[in-house]
């Protein structure tokens, strides 16, 4: 066992330690550095990845939009001619009846009036749905 007159030597006598674990600390560092950086990288990739995701799906979002449009335009186009289709057939049934009713009738001309504004009704509706 050696003899430490001063605080210092006890100190000295560790220093080739001290040194040791200085450079063990200063590469922990180092390394702690590099890690860092990778994982920075990887981040800006993900990130790159993300905008490139976020773009397409707005540019998604966006004919999905259009398609939308088109498509309610042909729902109301559609619930317009059902509408028409129901009228016609109303108008054909109520012609039928009118016919129906003529032929059994003893005055006959008594619904020949009904019966040419119920043919113009249906004739005008199919020049509408011509158009």
Do not use: W
């Not at 080739?16 to 990778?38: C, D, E, K, W, Y």
């Not at 707005?58 to 559609?78: A, D, G, H, P």
């Amino acid at each position: 066992m050696q003899n430490f007159n001063s605080p210092n030597e006890v100190g000295d006598s560790y220093g080739a330690l001290n040194t040791l674990f200085s450079g063990f600390a200063f590469a922990g560092i180092i390394i702690s550095i590099f890690s860092q950086n990778q994982e920075l990288k990887l981040q800006r990739k993900e990130l790159r990845l993300q905008r490139r995701e976020i773009k397409l799906n707005r540019e998604e979002l966006i004919e999905n939009r259009k398609e939308l449009s088109i498509q309610s335009s042909q729902m109301q186009r559609q619930a317009e001619n059902l509408k028409i289709s129901a009228k016609l057939s109303a108008l054909t049934a109520l012609l039928n009846y009118y016919l129906e009713v003529q032929g059994r009738s003893e005055n006959p001309l008594m619904f020949e009036g009904k019966i040419k504004r119920t043919v113009n009704e249906i004739e005008t509706i199919n020049n509408l749905k011509t158009l």
